[in-house]
């Protein structure tokens, strides 16, 4: 594909082109299920507890597991454990389709679903941030990821609106299946790649100790600044989702039908996010990036908190999938472009502890407060929290450039490739 604009120029590799299309089509099921699942417990248990104890139990084993999914993706091929955890997936989507539809669902069989989602994604999410730096070559990269974060809120558009209409009109159990079929294509997807030696070639021999990634991280002040933001975003800011039910339902008294609306309209904000980093052609101004879109994420969520109108509150998802989604996927870019091959899994299974294994001790502690404080004033603490943290990476911005560009000129000597800007 010779002649794609420059914004598309990552679609130019074959095995990259499948990837994100079977992609596609599988994450349009996900955020289906993810919106079905939560209308689902909250119809069986009425509780914003019970909504926070279900993403938990959801996400927590990413960050208890996620450093062996990393160390799993540094010593297998990426490709393979793809394919194995999609599978996996695939198969637990359709037990809970089954529960559903044959009307034998219990909470409980929410929350043990749940787990085992989370075990099968600390080794998803890791193996496919490697996988995504192997279908393209480095001056790609940032292209390769932006475009994968426009796909992945392209579905987050489409999931939830759809969810909504068939939670409406024919319950939540065909969402469920629908997902669980939505993994056939990319899993085809996978299966029909070419791979070359960059796929199957054993990882880079060197320091094979779980705990190198942590080292590097640790060691590393401008990756550890950027997790650390990360993290903070995902504990005091990702619960919100999880109370979009309560709004939906008790504030803003639209139902399922609002929740899906609620979800699409943060997935076009983060849509556009995604596509303003596609169009960008180097990293330089990234750290600048990162700082305004966590300020302006906490900020979003206060205003969202005290709005009590449908059609404003609509309008006031744009603003907080846009600004989570770039700083999310800007942080990601970051990171990829300052770490070395042979630590690629760990240090980005730490990336995948900070973005989801810290939103489950937050959606815990958001639904409790929501119990007693309400989910305005839980949403609004939470914007209030990200905010100050935004303010404090700010502050920290001109010591994290000069940790940055250490860095990132340090990957470019090591792989003498030509230089480009410093993501700063």
Known sequence: MPNLPDALRALRYRNFRLFISGQLVSLVGTWMQMVAQSWLVYRLT?????????????????????????????????HTLIVITQSASMVLSLILALLTLTGHVHIWHIITISVLLGVVNAFDIPARQVFVAQTVDRPDLMNAIALNSSMFNGARIIGPAVAGLLVASVGEGWCFLLNSLSYIAVIGGLLAMRLDAAHTRRPPVGDRSILVGFRFVLGAHAVRDLLVLLGLMGLMGMPYSVLMPIFADRILHGGARAFGILGAASGVGALVGALSLVLKRS????????AICAMGFGAALITFSLSRSFPLSVLLMLPVGFTFMVQMAATNTLIQMMIPDALRGRVMSVYSMMFMGMAPMGALVAGTLAHHLGAPLTVALGGSGCLAAGLAFTLRLPRWRQSARTLYRTEEAVRAAPSVNAPV
């Open 46 to 78: 009425g509780q914003a507890s019970m909504l926070g104890l279900v993403a938990f139990s959801g996400q927590i084993p990413v960050f208890l597991l996620a450093t062996l999914g990393g160390m799993a993706s540094d010593r297998m091929r990426a």
């Open 283 to 290: 990293a330089k101004g990234l750290g600048l990036w990162v």
